[in-house]
């Protein structure tokens, strides 16, 4: 009931798309922060998008104009549309929510593998 769980990970093919999706548990997710990051094998974790409890949204540089994040209160679930995908996108990605008190947490991460 207190860590996100994502889903929607897979294979897919270069310029193609995927949408991930995780949910967090609690009557309060609207008040939580959500983010998505990614690992690649032999890289650092890295911030991909945050959508805050009024909606606003932010992007790494590397995934503006591609992927789009957006937020489902009533599902308590938060979506990252990744289209033109690319093989540079493969990496484990983690949902992170945080709380009002600044507190965090994650999910155990969902694998995307784009192909060339």
């Known amino acids: 009931q207190v860590q996100p769980v994502e889903s929607g990970g897979g294979s897919v093919q270069a310029g193609g798309s995927l949408r991930l999706s995780c949910t967090a548990s609690?009557?309060?997710?609207?008040?939580?922060?959500m983010a998505w990051y990614r690992q690649a094998p032999g890289k650092e974790r890295e911030l991909v998008a945050v959508i805050t409890r009024s909606g606003s949204t932010n992007y790494a540089d590397s995934v503006k104009g591609r992927f789009t994040i957006s937020r489902d209160n009533a599902k308590n679930t938060v979506y990252l549309q990744m289209n033109s995908l690319k093989p540079e996108d493969t990496a484990v990605y983690y949902c992170?929510?945080?709380?009002?008190?600044?507190?965090?947490?994650w999910g155990q991460g969902t694998q995307v593998t784009v192909s060339s």
């Open positions: 609690g009557i309060t997710f609207s008040t939580y922060t």
């Open positions: 992170r929510k945080t709380i009002l008190s600044g507190r965090e947490y």
